[in-house]
């Protein structure tokens, strides 16, 4: 297992299309909370949201994230599982042993795939938070608009990822594309690193000596109290960049993630960096079990292994 597999990839595309379809109704919800307005707390956004759109309001723009953030994660789990695998071998140690894992070795690992991500995943995301946040009250709150342009804004801006992608490119150009990457790199590079490397350590410390690799129960545990921490922790860099993507619509609202920080603080206090909060670290649970179960099991099949193997 020394050379650079494919297996990581393809069961990394498995995993991530798991955590879509887990993680897209809290998602959205998560996207109201922080770049819309009157929603209110958690509980009462879900409301708003059934209320208003129905079910299916919950899975807007879900089709976009479930094509592509699929082989968003095949790339990030395979960057990571071969870095770290060429570094363990690079410093001559057993890569394959038990409890071989360092420190080291799965902090730049995780930046690697942190950085990969951010290039990949950066039109992802804002295809997905400009087709999420397609709501009235977004509309009003931020625009101030009279009452014939909102009754008009009950016609989608975009009718599709498709649409979106085409309108951001012929007014905003390819570089309106990555809006808000300074945002997500400063997000996503330290929280792979808390997603990572706790995913690790916890499966490492939860699985008995005796076991040759760890059970489907502690990777499900593990996958989703790594990705608890690790959306937990992003949560005022996640509110930034998601103020920083929704912007754009009709107008420019912030000039960078700066100005986004201190307009942000000056309206509404040092609380709107933590807006989301509960609804991300729930989230980011069921979602990241998902994706390891997802990447492991696939993995313990394209292997043809009787035992689950750690990345």
């Known amino acids: 297992m020394g050379s650079f597999q494919l297996e990581d990839f393809a069961a990394g595309w498995i995993g991530g299309a798991a955590s879509v379809i887990v993680g897209h109704p809290l998602d ?14 958690t509980l009462s956004c879900i409301r708003t949201v059934y209320r208003r759109e129905s079910v299916f309001g919950f899975f807007k723009g879900m089709s976009f994230p ?10 990030v789990f395979g960057v990571f599982s071969n870095t770290q695998r060429f570094l363990s071998q690079h410093h001559a140690r057993e890569s394959e042993a038990r409890g071989s ?10 930046m690697v795939a942190g950085v990969v991500s951010v290039g990949l995943g950066a039109p992802v995301d804002l295809i997905k938070i400009r087709l999420q946040m397609q709501t009235q009250p977004f509309q009003e ?10 009754a008009l804004g009950v016609q989608p801006v975009y009718q599709g990822p498709v649409h979106c992608i085409a309108t951001i490119v012929r007014t905003e150009g390819l570089a309106g594309m990555y809006r808000g990457v300074g945002a ?4 996503d590079v330290p929280g792979y690193c808390l997603y990572f490397i706790p995913y690790v350590f916890l499966n490492d410390w939860i699985t008995p000596e005796a076991c040759t690799g760890p059970s489907p129960c502690a990777v499900w545990l593990a996958g989703g109290l790594a990705g608890a921490i690790s959306w937990g922790t992003a949560t005022p860099m996640d509110v930034v960049k998601s103020r920083l993507q929704a912007d754009g619509v009709y107008f420019n609202k912030y ?7 201190s307009q942000s603080y ?8 933590f807006r989301g909060i509960t609804v991300n670290t729930v989230r980011g649970f069921p979602m990241s079990a998902a994706m390891f179960l997802g990447y492991e099991l696939s993995l313990q099949v394209l292997r043809g292994d009787h035992t689950v193997t750690s990345p």
């Open 28 to 41: 959205t919800v998560k996207t109201r909370l922080q770049a819309g307005v009157n929603y209110g707390n």
């Open 66 to 75: 479930l094509a592509s953030i699929a082989v968003y994660n095949s790339v």
């Open 101 to 110: 894992h360092t420190l080291s070795d799965l902090l730049l690992a995780s």
């Open 141 to 150: 709150g931020n625009l101030g608009l009279k009452p014939r342009t909102v």
């Open 184 to 187: 997500m790199l400063l997000r």
């Open 255 to 261: 000039k960078g993630i700066l100005d986004c920080i």
């Open 266 to 273: 000056r309206k509404e206090g040092l609380k709107v960096f």
